[in-house]
């Protein structure tokens, strides 16, 4: 059986059974809050459990490092959204140890999208329209540089109202451990 066919047919035993009565809120975040997260697989249950969220607590966002590479992205928009739509009133950005985006070396994975079939040619079209892989494929030195990098990002942007505190965070994708590297609440503006 494909792996399609199994999540199908798991997910029309799920239905049938009303398992999904457990998940169920609305689109408003409880804790009126939205998280720019990596997609890191250990993070997927453990980030809300050492957070206390459950679901419909937060809006979470999921891209490679939590790494904003530009700030009028799909990313950024979807905290826009989450802020001025749907109620968030705060911005969590965390980036955690041992992050797949850490040195990540760009020629390395344009060798590897060559290895897959990508043609030189279409890799010059790309660079011929502005798009530079060193920037679009960017990872970070340590955690804690793409963690403030993204908070800068986000602090800086001319739609993010001067009273949202975003908040920079580093988990530890072992134990769930959270430190606290940018405390939002420093330096914004009051409503």
Known sequence: MSM????????????????????LTDKFPDKKMVILTCMDTRLVELLP???????????IIKIAGAILTQPFGSAMRSILIAIYELGASEVLVIGHHGC?????DTNAVVEK??????????LDTIANSGIRMERFLRGFECVEEGVSH????????????????VHGLV?????????????GYDGIKTK
């Open 4 to 23: 399609i066919q199994s999540i199908m047919e798991f997910n029309k035993e799920f239905v049938e059974k009303k398992e999904y009565e457990a998940y």
């Open 49 to 59: 459990k050492a957070m206390n969220l459950r679901n419909g607590d937060a809006k």
């Open 100 to 104: 797949g985006m850490m040195k990540v």
């Open 113 to 122: 999208m060559k290895e897959n079939g990508i043609s030189e040619t279409v």
């Open 150 to 165: 993204s908070v800068e990002v986000i602090r800086k942007h001319p739609l993010l109202p001067a009273h949202i505190p």
């Open 171 to 183: 988990m530890d994708p072992e134990t769930g451990k959270l430190d606290l590297i940018i405390d």
